[in-house]
């Protein structure tokens, strides 16, 4: 187990370093675009994802094309789209001061006892690969809400509200640390 993590964790640095930015004319991107970069690679899946974008009152936030929101929101949309029945739902608002990005699917949510542990490294109750499905130790989501956080977003799990089903993520920035993100660089011992 842990030589497959941290194969995992070898495979998620690499495309990381993929996603990097390549320079003008690419280098910055507005919230529609980079929810359509995440979005695409699942489009063909048997779960159907649902974009909406509310149109706000001010212009359409302006990001730089930084890899780790492309990895985390990616490894969010993933992780949704595995646990889905039928319909993941992809939201997105904004207004001067903060950007949202709210991603949501119909599978069973999340389990009472892990919602406020969520996020921790070694948490998962994703199947185990001797039942057909992949295995892990949640590592992807913590990479992916520290990678975010970094950024100056604040990632929250919950579920939906009784009668629906489905677990809700929401990344929320404020307008101008989305707009300037930048990975905070971890302190050095």
Known sequence: TLREQSQRCRDILAKIAQLSS???PFDRMPLSTLIEEVVAPHRDFDVAIKVRIAVAGSSEPVGARNPAILYGV???????????????????????DTVEIVISD????????????????????????????????????FIARTLLERTGARVSFTNRTFPDHGAVVAITWPRHRFETAEIEEAPTA
């Open 74 to 96: 990616g490894n969010i949309l993933e992780n949704a789209v595995d646990f889905a029945r039928q319909a993941v739902e992809v939201n997105a608002w904004w207004n001067n």
């Open 106 to 141: 119909d599978g069973p949510g999340i389990a009472p006892d892990m919602l406020k542990r969520i996020g921790e490294p070694y948490l998962s109750r994703r199947p185990g690969a001797d039942d057909g499905g992949r295995s892990g130790l949640g590592l992807g989501i």
């Open 22 to 24: 390549s320079g003008a």
